[in-house]
């Protein structure tokens, strides 16, 4: 396809295509203007490019005062005008359309033509798959009928409309519909179709005309031979996108989740660090006081780290598992992605950095008001950050691999029910496990969070040597 071998360099060729899906996919969370920026960084566009561009994508689809409007605010035309000018944000050569005006009123599917039309003056070879043959034949020079993969008639509209489609037509319908069709007389062989209450009667040529048959009750509405359309469009042309060294396609994934983190960042922080934070005076305190020290120092210091690896584990868990999934299977965020020149192996990526990257910001904040109340000795605890990324990688990895085989939210209960929920009560977050029984803490062993607690609280004590031991706990989660 483009003269790239598929799928072997389906990446090189969809460098080269704009694909508009029959269901808007656009992010929901970003404007107008953002959803062109993000779209472009798949590419590997340069921000500098990207600004350029969307000025005069805008105003092709007619939405230059849209521009800082959220998605939830468009009209459907307006979102599928969007969906049309995000597709060729790259220039493609090919633009391949899926029903672009199913479900659109009269007015903004003309409105959708118009601006295909103008696209192939441009000279972009454009694919259109339809249900709607007025729309195939206004559009189209070349029509494929197709049934289940195969093809039934291929040709150019007029071509395929001579073939077979009569010339003449009669549409009657009414009240009487069914007495008229049994004394309806015509000299010329008629092909007879009931369409509901409708029906059809179709000729290659009627001697002395319709006009003069008798109609009864019923309102009849003849037609001459029909007048046909069709566009031209230029041979394909386009200039091939010449990327320059860029960073990695998964970066682009990573930059349009940190973009929707920022828009709501106040938000996302006081939900990720409150809940610790007050499990982590709540209990420090309180209970604490009852408890008195744990392993040489007080309860709260000792639950501190504890906190810090939950806190990481449990925000790369939920970006993971319920966030992850409205990406991938509400707001099919993936599939736009995918239509993109990234692999999966990109977006997966991309998604694990940002995991990682988030359970840092939280973990940040937490580590501030935990310095600010005297819990954090030396300069170690900074390694505490580095330490959280590998976590977020790690337990975000595991969330992933679940989101893979969900159908649903409700079965992310069942992780959390089966594996977060024992790895936190059972993994030394709240208590030593030398205090479990023998058996219970050789199967700690074997899951990550144990070896991330024990990394993490001598950071916080500033008493952490570099040691073997050191690099064993550090390539569980690895």
Same mark, same amino acid.
């Given at each position: ?12 060729m ?8 029959q ?11 953002e959803?062109?920026?993000?779209y472009g ?9 990207v600004?350029d561009?969307i000025p ?5 689809a007619?939405?230059p ?7 939830g ?10 969906s ?13 359309l ?12 003309h ?5 295909l039309?103008?696209?192939q ?8 798959t ?18 289940h993969?195969r ?20 549409e ?6 069914a007495r ?19 029906c059809i009667?179709t ?5 002395l005309?319709w006009?003069r048959?008798t109609?009864?009750p019923?309102c ?10 069709t566009c ?20 682009a ?5 940190a ?6 960042s ?8 409150m809940?610790?934070?007050? !499990?982590?005076? %709540? @209990? ?5 006081? +009852? ?8 309860? =709260? /210091?000792?639950l ?9 584990m449990?925000?790369? !868990?939920?970006? %993971? @598992?319920?966030l992850?999934?409205?990406? +991938?299977?509400?707001q099919?965020?993936?599939?736009g992605m =995918? /239509? ?12 694990i ?7 840092v910001?939280s973990?940040?904040a ?16 900074l ?9 977020g990688?790690?337990?975000g990895?595991?969330a992933l691999?679940?989101?893979?085989y ?8 069942y ?7 024992p790895?936190?009560?059972l993994?030394?977050v ?5 205090a ?20 993490v609280?001598?950071l ?5 040597e ?8 550090l390539a569980v989660?690895?």
């Amino acid at each position: 396809m483009l003269g790239f071998p598929v799928p072997k360099r389906a990446k090189d060729m969809r460098a080269l295509v704009g694909i508009v899906p029959q269901q808007d996919n656009l992010d929901l969370e970003l404007t107008v203007r953002e959803n062109l920026e993000v779209y472009g960084r798949y590419f590997g566009l340069s921000s500098a490019e990207v600004r350029d561009r969307i000025p005069q994508l805008l105003q092709y689809a007619a939405l230059p005062d849209k521009a800082d409007q959220r998605i939830g605010n468009l009209s459907g035309g307006m979102k599928r005008r969007l969906s049309i000018a995000r597709a060729l944000i790259n220039r493609p050569r090919l633009l391949i359309l899926d029903e672009p005006t199913t479900g659109l009123d009269p007015h903004i599917r003309h409105n959708i033509w118009q601006l295909l039309r103008q696209l192939q003056q441009d000279g972009l070879t454009v694919i259109l798959t339809t249900h709607y043959m007025d729309e195939a034949e206004r559009l189209c020079d070349r029509i494929i009928l197709m049934d289940h993969g195969r093809i039934l008639a291929d040709g150019a509209p007029r071509d395929l409309i001579a073939g077979h489609i009569e010339s003449h037509v009669l549409e009657v319908h009414g009240q009487d519909v069914a007495r008229w069709r049994e004394t309806f007389v015509c000299d010329e062989p008629v092909r007879r179709e009931r369409v509901g209450t409708a029906c059809i009667y179709t000729a290659s040529s009627c001697s002395l005309g319709w006009r003069r048959w008798t109609l009864g009750p019923g309102c009849a509405i003849p037609t001459g031979p029909p007048i046909w359309r069709t566009c031209s469009c230029a041979s394909p042309a386009g200039i091939c996108a010449m990327f320059k060294v860029a960073p990695p396609r998964c970066v682009a994934v990573w930059r349009r989740n940190a973009t929707v983190w920022r828009k709501g960042s106040l938000r996302s922080l006081l939900g990720s660090f409150m809940e610790p934070l007050t !499990t982590l005076f %709540g @209990l420090g305190l309180g209970l604490g006081a +009852m408890v008195g020290e744990v392993d040489h120092q007080s309860y =709260l /210091a000792f639950l501190s780290g504890g906190i810090l690896v939950m806190n990481a584990m449990n925000t790369s !868990t939920f970006e %993971g @598992l319920y966030l992850a999934y409205t990406r +991938m299977h509400v707001q099919r965020i993936w599939d736009g992605m =995918l /239509a993109a020149p990234l692999g999966l192996e990109d977006v997966v990526l991309g998604e694990i950095l940002w995991m990682g990257s988030k359970s840092v910001i939280s973990n940040g904040a937490i580590l501030l008001v935990a310095a600010a109340f005297g819990l954090v000795h030396g300069w170690q605890a900074l390694w505490i950050l580095p330490v959280a990324f590998l976590a977020g990688i790690c337990f975000g990895s595991m969330a992933l691999v679940v989101t893979s085989y969900s159908r649903s939210y409700d079965f992310f209960v069942y992780y959390a029910t089966l594996l977060t929920t024992p790895m936190v009560m059972l993994s030394g977050v709240f208590f030593p496990r030398s205090a479990l029984p023998e058996a219970v803490q050789q199967a700690m062993a074997w899951l990550p969070l144990s070896h991330i607690v024990d990394v993490v609280r001598p950071l916080m004590a500033g008493q952490l040597e570099c040691s073997a031991a050191l690099f064993g706990h550090l390539a569980v989660p690895a």
